[in-house]
């Protein structure tokens, strides 16, 4: 049971243009919601993150909103740039003292220049 | 500032070996600690998660094992490896209590 899930396995935006990644969840006892950046053969970056108790957080190009009704989040990159190129993994938190971390599948995103 | 370490970077090791992955944090005390496993075209898989030396909880039935001999170290072990534990092995950190994880550099395994 995929309890976090980003349903696009790919996007590719053109420079410039805005990026949405998008992640859905299941379960309602997630408190905190984050995104990382990866590339090939290298570690997770932290990227941004939001609390179940906001709607919007902001971190210069990046913006993530969460519609805790629909448990749905997405990851708003704009404006987009080559170097944005990369798997992006939303992940999700829950409440116990080891925060464990349940992530998506990840979403490829290719920035065309 | 805080920095996480892993070695080796890439392991290429026959079936029926040991493994030995090794994972020190720098800059920070009484971290939870974490190994997860992600397989090729695959999402993180959390394996082990440590909240204190010598306090070890495993999410995922396998034949690997974890250990925390000291509060910034973190071990992951096999006695024997299988095919199916090839794949990129990440540790990462965060304070305790907070959500936010850091994660190492990685180390692919390869198991033929």
């Known amino acids: 049971d995929q309890q976090v899930k980003q349903n696009s396995p790919s996007l590719s935006v053109q420079e410039g243009r805005i990026s949405i990644l998008n992640c859905d969840y299941t379960?309602?006892?997630?408190?905190?919601f984050l995104w990382y950046k990866k590339y090939p053969a290298e570690g997770p970056t932290f990227l941004i993150s939001i609390s179940s108790i906001k709607d919007k957080n902001e971190d210069g190009r990046f913006t993530v909103f969460l519609n805790k009704s629909a448990k749905h989040l997405s990851l708003h990159i704009v404006p987009s740039q080559p170097g944005d190129s990369a798997v992006y993994f939303c992940?999700?938190?829950?409440?116990?003292?080891?925060?464990?971390?349940?992530f998506g599948s990840g979403t490829q995103l290719t920035v065309l220049p | 500032s805080q920095t996480i370490h892993q070695w080796p970077a890439t392991l290429v090791q026959p079936v029926g070996s040991p493994l030995s992955l090794e994972c020190t944090v720098e800059?920070?005390?009484?971290?939870?600690l974490y190994w997860y496993r992600q397989a090729a075209g695959r999402g993180l898989q959390l394996l082990f998660y440590?909240?204190?030396?010598?306090?070890i909880s495993s999410e995922v039935p396998q034949n690997l094992s974890a250990s925390r001999p000291q509060d910034r170290q973190f071990i992951l072990s096999s006695k024997k490896l299988l095919l199916s534990d090839s794949g990129f092995y990440l540790c990462?950190?965060?304070?305790?209590?907070?959500?936010?994880?850091?994660f190492g550099p990685g180390t692919r395994l390869l198991v033929l």
């Open positions: 990462a950190w965060s304070v305790r209590r907070k959500e936010t994880q850091y």
């Open positions: 992940a999700a938190s829950d409440k116990g003292s080891a925060r464990q971390l349940t």
């Open positions: 800059g920070t005390s009484n971290p939870n």
């Open positions: 440590s909240v204190g030396i010598g306090q």
């Open positions: 379960n309602s006892m997630f408190d905190y």
